[in-house]
């Protein structure tokens, strides 16, 4: 029996999706080897390749004058390509410091040119967002940087600033097609898949292609954005094997409704874990709820060692990962968009009992 799996990432994979791995890991479809051992120059993996660009670029509604592609090194790289392309000698770069990812990316930037601050969390321990229309840019900035969503804190922005003129650049790497979002309001969107698109590995990146002349001369090649988009980041060898599982992952958000459908999902599976939260005082959430994360529900007991109890408790009966991050304690429950809506009732269920049992 499958366990149920809450783990914030590598994180939950349709069913249907690993079983296709499975069924092809040898022999991809007849053609005598493993997608994993082709060559990334034509043939077989382009072919899959331009399939999984063209499911994302159908599925996100990305606009033609952006280029789509996956770059390896984790989210966290980015945190150095970007301010090392577009954090230009004269400019300044503003960053929103609202949790975990937010705040490395803006350390990492901060190390490489002139960083405004523009929010700051820390005095609520990042359980708030600023309002969207409050966001300025700086007057030299270059560019805005935020995370949309934070998988530690458990905030999700809701809506997005209106930067104006100055590019908009996001970390999407956590709620990446968990719901409709207007690409065109940003000049580039980047994230990790191993949240909620595919097993670790790859990095997508979605970029308007008119940033390609904002960003720094003489870089290494493999920092330098402009390589990438004349090759659909295949400079060097893709990372393949999570490239294909991410294509197997749009294939399955399409068949079940799209982003539309996920966004849905989303709705109904974090609203069955906050309802049990906001109709009990044993649960608390430390969040903002105008601001609460569907995909990272985090929340509170009355006690750590009553965290320690759920924790080993739920994992008894198959739920895992449900311990916070070890940076902020507590307990987190992921709710990606390949995890069942019967695991989530089950700990919805779970949570009930515990309550009436230690409460």
Request: charge should be negative; proline fraction near 5%.
């Amino acid at each position: 029996m499958r366990k149920k799996n809450f783990f914030a990432g590598p994180s939950v994979l349709p069913v249907e999706v690993l079983e296709e791995i499975r069924d092809n890991i040898v022999d991809y479809k007849g053609q005598g080897l493993s997608m994993i051992e082709a060559s990334h120059r034509g043939g077989m993996f382009e072919e899959m390749y331009d399939e999984c660009l063209g499911l994302f670029r159908e599925l996100l509604g990305i606009p033609e004058d952006y280029d789509v592609y996956f770059l390896g090194g984790g989210a966290t790289l980015q945190f150095t390509m970007i301010p090392t392309n577009f954090l230009l000698e004269g400019k300044s770069a503003d960053y929103l410091k609202t949790g975990s990812w937010a705040n490395k990316a803006t350390s990492d930037a901060q190390k490489l040119g002139r960083v405004n601050v523009i929010f700051d969390d820390k005095a609520n321990n990042y359980t708030h967002l600023p309002d969207p229309a409050s966001v300025k840019p700086s007057a030299d900035a270059a560019y805005v940087y935020i995370c949309a969503n934070e998988t530690i804190g458990g905030i999700e922005w809701k809506d997005f600033p209106d930067t104006g003129d100055v590019p908009l650049i996001c970390d999407m790497s956590s709620d990446i097609l968990s719901r409709p979002v207007d690409v065109s309001r940003f000049a580039m969107i980047y994230g990790g898949v191993q949240k909620n698109l595919g097993p670790a590995g790859a990095t997508f990146i979605i970029m308007r292609r008119d940033m390609l002349s904002r960003r720094r001369e003489n870089l290494t090649a493999y920092m330098d954005y402009g390589l990438h988009s004349k090759d659909k980041g295949l400079y060097n060898t893709p990372p393949v094997f999570s490239i294909w599982a991410v294509k197997l992952v749009l294939d399955w958000v399409k068949r079940n409704g799209g982003v539309e459908g996920m966004d849905r999902r989303a709705a109904e599976k974090s609203g069955l874990i906050y309802s049990v939260i906001d109709s009990s005082d044993f649960f608390r959430s430390p969040v903002d709820p105008a601001v609460r994360s569907r995909m990272n529900v985090v929340f509170r007991l009355p006690s750590e060692e009553l965290e320690a109890k759920f924790v080993a408790e739920s994992k008894a009966e198959g739920m895992l990962g449900l311990k916070g991050h070890r940076s902020v304690g507590g307990l987190r429950a992921s709710l990606y968009n390949a995890l069942p809506i019967e695991d989530v009732k089950a700990l919805a269920d779970f949570m009930k009992e515990f309550e009436r049992k230690n409460g």
